[in-house]
């Protein structure tokens, strides 16, 4: 078949603006997409049902525009060292092209991928697509990766965005040798969960596929974006985009979100507009900081970044880390976070930060075991973003000054003051006092009688442990390592 040029899709499940297809499809006289199931992937003990639950949404999705769009579209599982390279040498293809990825297992396995399809003389061209500044772009003057924000943004900020790029066109459909090609390779059949032996969520509370995504898009900027600072960390309000699981698996192109942003800002009335909007602009700038900090640092995701914190004395107690994940920690604002985690797979920004400074200095519980356990049930779990978000809160991370650590009570007062949050998702709750549900001063018979748990730690008590351990790994280890 001539010129014919497949795209292998990955973290980029859509037709609109992905920049990978449509160099594809410039390239092609024929496009062939493909999706490969990769076992290595679906065995993790990172991996979430609601997330696949998600990505086959987003799949099913994406096979319908390409029918729709006369191009084939096929569904393959395996190595995809092996399977990619044989697909494309049976389909007699001149290029495999897709969108690169920062993660150490992506890196790696493409690497594989390129030397197989290499040995079979085969071209391939890869492009960064999820990022709006690709990572070797940009660095510190004295020509080092960033490992701080500020700088990183102030830089970032200024390096020039590409615009969406060209949707996908229509194809011209197969002749009867082309169908008889593509009749050779082996594909699946469309798959569910229960395949890979996990039970389906009952419910998705966001809706997967690029339609979805780019309504939710459009909604936000109506809505919430001009008062984004403002809203964004009061988790009753939904006041977030919730755009993290489409950017996660590339149900939205990041070009067509920063463009919204842009527009937004051209008809900005005020000050405080712009402010909002810039705000907005700064987390998506965070997406890339952790995205270029895990290209350059791979070993992050095998550990704190500061390698003191390798030995950090933590507790561990497993009663503690299950009443964490179950929301039964007696602290009312950490378990309506973990609650609504467990039954959306989704938390709110604040929450994410709270429950990860609870866990971490309040029980003082290895941050990779919650690491580990969002990854496991978010929707929107993602290896750079997780990674980042944990160190930064057991400030092992590379922005660990000041020591935070957040009280409980506190951020329930300021984030929560009715206490609608807490009583949303924590409904035992709903005829206590205000004062007692943001406070955490619940007293042990209301406690009872709502059957809530008393406090599993003391907090004060806690924070002084963990300050006490902080600053003993610090001086300890400050002669051979600067914390
Ligand atoms: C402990 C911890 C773990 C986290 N784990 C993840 C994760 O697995 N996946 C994930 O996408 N985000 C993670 N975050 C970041 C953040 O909480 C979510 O991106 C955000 O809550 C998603 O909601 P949203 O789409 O409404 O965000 P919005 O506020 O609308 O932000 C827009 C987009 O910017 C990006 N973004 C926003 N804040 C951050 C941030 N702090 N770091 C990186 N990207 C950001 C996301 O892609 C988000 O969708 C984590 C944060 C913490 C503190």
């Known amino acids: 078949m001539s010129n014919l040029v497949l795209f292998w899709h990955r973290r980029d499940l859509r037709v609109r603006d992905n920049l990978g297809l449509s160099y594809a499809q410039s390239r092609a006289n024929l496009l062939v997409g493909c999706f490969c199931f990769d076992p290595q992937i679906l065995h993790r003990d990172d991996i979430s049902p609601i997330r696949l639950h998600y990505l086959l949404g987003c799949l099913q999705e994406l096979q319908q525009h390409y029918q729709h769009l006369k191009h084939p579209f096929l569904l393959l599982q395996g190595q995809p060292e092996q399977v990619i390279p044989d697909v494309a040498r049976d389909l007699g293809a001149i290029a495999v092209v ?8 992506s890196q790696l396995r493409d690497r594989r991928v390129t030397e197989g399809l290499n040995e079979r003389g085969i071209e391939v061209k890869t492009v960064w697509d999820q990022l709006l500044v690709a990572p070797e772009a940009i660095h510190t003057q004295a020509g080092n990766p960033y490992t701080v924000y500020t ?8 390096q020039k965005k590409l615009n969406p790029v060209s949707d996908l066109q229509p194809g011209e459909g197969l002749t009867q040798s082309q169908k008889k090609a593509l009749d050779r390779v082996e594909v699946i059949d469309f798959p569910s969960l229960k395949d890979w032996g996990y039970s389906e969520p009952e419910k998705l509370f966001i809706t997967p596929g690029e339609r979805a995504a780019q309504r939710q898009l459009e909604e936000f900027a109506d809505r919430s974006l001009e008062t984004y600072e403002q809203q964004r960390n009061t988790p009753s309000i939904d006041g977030t985009s919730k755009l993290s699981a489409a950017l996660k698996l590339g149900a939205i192109g990041i070009r067509r979100i920063w463009q919204t942003t842009q527009e937004a800002i051209g008809k900005a009335a005020s000050d405080r507009t712009l402010k909002n909007i810039q705000t907005w602009q700064q987390e998506l700038a965070w ?8 290209y350059h640092f791979p070993e992050l995701a095998d550990g704190p970044y500061r390698s003191p914190f390798k030995c950090f004395p933590w507790d561990n107690n497993p009663q503690q880390f299950q009443a964490w994940c179950e929301g039964k920690t007696g602290y009312p604002i950490v378990d309506a976070a973990m609650r609504q985690l467990n039954t959306t797979g989704w938390m709110h920004n604040r929450c994410r930060m709270i429950v990860a400074s609870f866990l971490t200095k309040d029980l003082i519980i290895n941050w990779q075991w919650g690491e580990q356990y969002f990854m496991q049930h978010l929707i929107d779990g993602d290896l750079a973003a997780n990674n980042g978000g944990w160190q930064w809160s057991a400030s092992s991370g590379m922005d660990a000054k000041p020591l935070r650590i957040f009280n409980p009570a506190t951020q329930a007062q300021k984030f929560d003051p009715e206490a609608q949050y807490i009583r949303q998702w924590l409904p035992e709750l709903k005829s206590v006092q205000t004062k007692d549900l943001v406070t955490g001063n619940i007293p042990p018979l209301v406690r009872q009688a709502c059957n809530y748990p008393l406090p599993i730690v003391n907090h004060n008590q806690q924070q002084r442990e963990f300050k006490q351990r902080y600053q003993q790994v610090k001086e300890n280890l400050s002669s051979r390592v600067e914390l």
Do not use: I, T
Request: without cysteine; aromatic residues 30%.
């Open 98 to 105: 897709w969108n690169r990825d920062v993660e150490p297992y």
């Open 151 to 158: 700088p990183f943004w102030k830089n970032w900020q200024g």
């Open 287 to 294: 997406r890339e900081f952790y995205q270029h900090v895990l």
